[in-house]
T-cell receptor, first 109, second 113 residues
């Protein structure tokens, strides 16, 4: 299975702080994707990092990928209350995207 | 709005009844996926289509569940003889090429009473 496992399961921070969540996986991948899900809504794609990339930025998001350790991290800088959501990683190869339980981020104003 | 539309948004049904959900994908996307999600869990893969062909089905998908994508456009997911354990959010997602960004609909929340 290409399912990723997110860590921690829950994270609570103050507005303005940085939030870091991690993802580990077991198989070889073509890329790794991160998604956000607000309560009761569908998932929204945040960022995709290819297997030959080590780091990628998008606005306040920074993603790293270490294929030798089969791990990725998502950093959200200067967090806002609106960042409160669940975050999922999806290691991607040639099979359908499979999701773990996610990290539930709470940003307190 | 991601461009993927799911209907209905909410469905309440009595145990034992059949229900059908619909997903309308982004038109140029040929891959369509169904997931089920319960509270506090991640989306659980159910099945996926490439055009009209159903290419993979989760072992978790009992024979009460069936999905179709008759013309390679919209898809339906039917649950027969619903059980309380079927209560969940059912999500549809579509992609272009495999391994590319997935676009999710807002989901159909099913409550079996």
């Amino acid at each position: 299975s290409q399912q990723g496992e997110e860590d921690p399961q829950a994270l609570s921070i103050q507005e303005g702080e940085n939030a870091t969540m991690n993802c580990s996986y077991k198989t070889s991948i073509n890329n790794l994707q991160w998604y956000r899900q607000n309560s009761g809504r569908g998932l929204v794609h945040l960022i995709l990092i290819r297997s030959n990339e080590r780091e990628k930025h998008s606005g306040r998001l920074r993603v790293t990928l270490d294929t030798s350790k089969k791990s990725s991290s998502l950093l959200i800088t200067a967090s806002r209350a609106a960042d409160t959501a669940s975050y999922f990683c999806a290691p991607s190869g040639n099979t359908p995207l499979v999701f773990g339980k996610g990290t539930r981020l709470s940003v307190i104003a | 709005d991601t461009g993927v539309s799911q209907n209905p948004r909410h469905k309440i049904t009595k145990r034992g009844q059949n229900v059908t959900f619909r997903c309308d994908p982004i038109s140029e996307h040929n891959r369509l996926y169904w997931y089920r999600q319960t509270l506090g869990q991640g989306p659980e893969f159910l099945t996926y289509f490439q055009n009209e062909a159903q290419l993979e089905k989760s072992r978790l998908l009992s024979d009460r569940f069936s999905a179709e994508r008759p013309k390679g456009s919209f898809s339906t997911l039917e649950i027969q003889r619903t059980e309380q354990g079927d209560s969940a959010m059912y999500l549809c997602a579509t992609t272009g090429a495999v391994g590319t960004e997935a676009f999710f609909g807002q989901g159909t929340r099913l409550t079996v009473v």
